[in-house]
């Protein structure tokens, strides 16, 4: 039996991967994620969310990812890391990304084959292709002049591609000189962390989401209190404290995790660290 079964949960209501079914939608992610969906549907070239590490940019992609892959209109792509040795493998993993066949093994021709996919898709198929960009940070600006060359490619009324990139703040410094990229960004959207009453909310619907039943609570609201402090509202920080007191609760037989049994997790980590 998994520890959560005993706590009357169906799933792991705390696993740090990036899990649609258990993304917490704040006002800010669902403000940024309908700004996304809008920019997307109305074609409108490139997109960038910003954060630090764990704020959420990684599952809000992947909830987006499968909202628009509902719909046969959309071609989407994905780049989990573009951490790449030259600008001819970033030109080959997007060619085989979207199952693009250049007729030669070149730079050019391999740019070439992507404008003529794009017009393809675009213009005579009527198709939306998107192209997401995860840790967007590593972009190098060869990777980005790159970005900006696809994004040339447009019609009157829409781009031809649209490009969602999911970066760290590092990135921002490379962008400000490039003022020929920047101006094609159609939404910036910066995530900030939780503040202590989404912290609260989360939690809830993260153990709503995995099977808890009724008005039960497993956390005090000094335990939040405890967790907001500690994790200054990094979701990512959250949800890893919060599957650790979980563990701590069934180890220690406890019905409901408390301030102090958090402050005890956490002195035993810094102590480890």
């Known amino acids: 039996m998994e ?32 700004r996304l969906e809008i920019s997307i549907r ?3 070239g490139l997109n960038l969310i910003l954060g630090d590490i764990g704020t959420g940019k990684t599952t809000m992609g992947e909830v987006l990812k499968q909202t628009l892959l509902r719909e046969d209109k959309f071609i989407l792509g994905t780049i989990l890391d573009p951490s790449f040795k030259s600008e001819f493998q970033f030109l080959t993993n997007i060619v085989n990304l979207f199952g693009i066949d250049p007729p030669r093994r070149s730079t050019i021709s391999y740019k070439n084959a992507v404008k003529n ?64 990229f920047m101006d094609r960004v159609a939404v910036t959207y910066m995530l900030n962390p939780l503040n202590r009453e ?20 497993l956390f005090t609201k000094e335990a939040v209190d405890v967790i907001y402090e500690h994790t200054k509202g990094m979701p990512r920080k959250i949800t890893a404290l919060c599957h650790d007191c979980l563990e701590e609760l069934i180890s220690k037989d406890k019905d409901v995790v408390t301030g102090d049994l958090v402050k005890e997790i956490i002195k035993r980590q810094v102590k480890i660290k």
């Not at 989404?198 to 609570?217: C, H, P, Q, V, Y």
Request: hydrophobic share 40%; net charge positive.
């Open 3 to 34: 520890y959560y079964e005993l706590l009357g949960l169906k799933r792991e209501p705390f696993q740090t991967t990036a899990d649609p079914y258990f993304f917490y939608r704040s006002q800010e992610h669902a403000e940024a994620l309908q």
């Open 117 to 180: 996919y794009l017009f393809q898709k675009g213009v005579e198929e009527d198709k939306t292709v998107v192209l997401l960009i995860d840790e967007g940070q590593k972009l190098t600006p060869t990777y980005l002049e790159v970005l900006r060359l696809f994004l040339n490619y447009q019609t009157p009324d829409f781009f031809l591609i649209n490009i969602i990139i999911l970066a760290q703040l590092d990135l921002l410094p490379k962008l400000k000189r490039r003022r020929s």
């Open 42 to 44: 109305l074609r409108r």
């Open 198 to 217: 989404d912290t609260e909310n989360m939690i809830r619907f993260r153990l709503n989401r995995a099977g808890l039943s009724g008005n039960k609570e």
